[in-house]
């Protein structure tokens, strides 16, 4: 790539102001995939600990409808009368240009969908269960979302920073070396070149003032 640049002053600004902007893009870069990566670690450990959370509600949950089941008999029935959520909103926050989910389920309070004096705790303590896994299943769904995003986009950032660090950076430095390189060279030449005129002006000035000074002579 160097070797096609034509070595000229101009083209060495250029390549100089093009090495910079390089090297201040893998910064940036560099610096964007680090945020990226420790915001990626926090929201691993918060799906660690919101997983465990789901995983021993759905336990408490099919124990407790296993239990209503046994007591009070099939519950198919009166699932039918639990409505489906309408209340999820998905807004949007920007972590260094990634676009991260949040995902909002209002809470309300336990108003069982279901005739109370047909049923027993067994039932309601289902319900409890079940609907707090909704809102933890919510939760989740934003964090691994989130963390899928990150993945993708440390993934983009971490290519191009290999790209500039490893192949673009070291191209314009190939660049600026070759003109840099080639500009010395010419100036070396263009030093020796003055230097044989003035050597050369200088004994032709030599040689004037000794054929005038033997012209002066002959004609004492």
Do not use: H, W
Not at 7 to 26: C, D, E, H, V, Y
Not at 34 to 42: G, K, Q
Not at 77 to 84: D, S
Not at 169 to 176: A, N, R
């Amino acid at each position: 790539m160097a070797q096609q640049v034509f070595p000229t002053k101009g083209n060495l600004i250029k390549s100089k102001r093009s090495l910079q902007q390089a090297r201040q893009g893998f910064e940036l870069m560099d610096r964007k995939r680090n945020v990226l990566i420790r915001e990626m670690v926090a929201l691993s450990d918060k799906s660690k600990i919101v997983r465990e959370n789901i995983e021993q509600t759905y336990v408490k949950a099919y124990a407790a409808l296993q239990n209503a089941n046994i007591t009070v008999g099939s519950t198919l029935t009166l699932a039918q009368f639990v409505p489906e959520e309408q209340d999820l909103q998905i807004s949007y926050r920007s972590v260094m240009g990634v676009e991260l989910p949040n995902v909002e389920l209002e809470k309300k309070p336990f108003v069982p969908m279901y005739d109370i004096a047909t049923t027993n705790s067994y039932l309601d303590k289902a319900f409890i269960c079940f609907n707090e896994t909704k809102y933890l299943t919510a939760l989740l769904a934003e964090i691994e979302n989130s963390i899928y995003r990150l993945a993708v986009a440390i993934k983009k950032t971490q290519k191009r920073a290999n790209a500039l660090k490893n192949i673009i950076i070291p191209q314009f430095e190939s660049q600026v070396k070759f003109i840099t390189n080639s500009l010395e060279e010419k100036e070396r030449e263009e030093f020796s070149r003055q230097k044989v005129i003035k050597s050369a002006k200088l004994k032709n000035d030599q040689a004037q003032r000794l054929r005038q000074l033997i012209e002066n002579v002959s004609e004492d």
